[in-house]
């Protein structure tokens, strides 16, 4: 089945750095990514929605200038955390949907962990 | 906006009882609605979907407009059920076909 790969599964950086997170599809054409960021105990929130070759779709209050995303390719998105602080540490999520396919297209990376110290 | 409301976040029953994991939605247009599950340490991975009407793992979840709920259902819970369950309602936007989920049930399912 369609996988998706999220990469790194945690990190850990100083306040003021910047962190890159890689989402590919392994074996399918993703032509939309999802990103989204779940706090403790709360739901998924998304964040942005990223086109193959097209600027990102931001949501209301997401600073795209602060979360940069990036979706060069069909198999590849990334999202870059510019300037990290404290307040940015959360679980971030990517989703990929197949290219051609329905709702249930939908696949999940295993997040990410990020802190910011 | 749609919206996605989960009232319970946590749900304990006993293994063989029956479980109800309740959803509502809000929603101005046809809504699309998903379970999707996420054991201890794994990955997000749909459960089922309205629109396909199947039963997997012995869940079942029907779509009332009227009462605008989703809720998911089991007869005789498992062990093995004991995870996090998301509903989420897709909508189109444009191009994207983005998912709302709601804040998630921890179903613990007891010996």
């Known amino acids: 089945g369609a996988v998706v790969s999220q990469h790194p599964s945690w990190v850990i950086c100083k306040s003021g750095t910047s962190v890159k997170i890689e989402c590919r599809s392994l074996?399918?054409?993703?032509?939309?990514m999802f990103w989204y960021r779940q706090f403790p105990k709360q739901s998924l929130m998304l964040m942005a929605t990223?086109?193959?070759?097209?600027?990102?779709?931001?949501e209301q209050g997401v600073e795209k200038d602060k979360f940069l995303i990036n979706h060069a390719s069909l198999t590849l998105s990334t999202l870059t955390v510019t300037s990290a602080h404290p307040e940015d540490s959360s679980f971030y999520i990517c989703?990929?949907?197949?290219?051609?396919?329905?709702?249930?297209?939908?696949?999940f990376g295993s997040g990410t962990r990020l802190t910011v110290v | 906006a749609q919206r996605v409301t989960q009232p319970e976040k946590l749900l304990s029953v006993f293994k063989g009882a029956p479980v109800e994991l309740k959803c509502n939605y809000s929603?101005?247009?046809?809504?699309?609605l998903f379970w999707y599950v996420q054991y201890s340490r794994q990955r997000l991975q749909l459960l089922l979907r309205?629109?396909s009407r199947e039963s997997i793992k012995g869940f079942t979840a029907d779509l009332n407009k009227g009462e605008t709920s989703f809720h998911l259902k089991k007869p005789f819970a498992q062990e093995e059920d004991s995870a996090m369950y998301y509903c989420?309602?897709?909508?189109?936007?444009?191009?994207?076909?983005?998912?709302?989920f709601g804040s998630g049930t921890q179903l613990t399912v007891l010996p």
């Open positions: 309205h629109i």
């Open positions: 929603y101005s247009g046809s809504p699309e």
């Open positions: 074996d399918f054409q993703a032509t939309t």
């Open positions: 990223s086109n193959e070759g097209s600027k990102a779709t931001y």
């Open positions: 989420a309602l897709r909508v189109s936007s444009g191009s994207a076909r983005q998912l709302t």
């Open positions: 989703s990929a949907t197949l290219s051609g396919q329905g709702g249930y297209g939908y696949t």
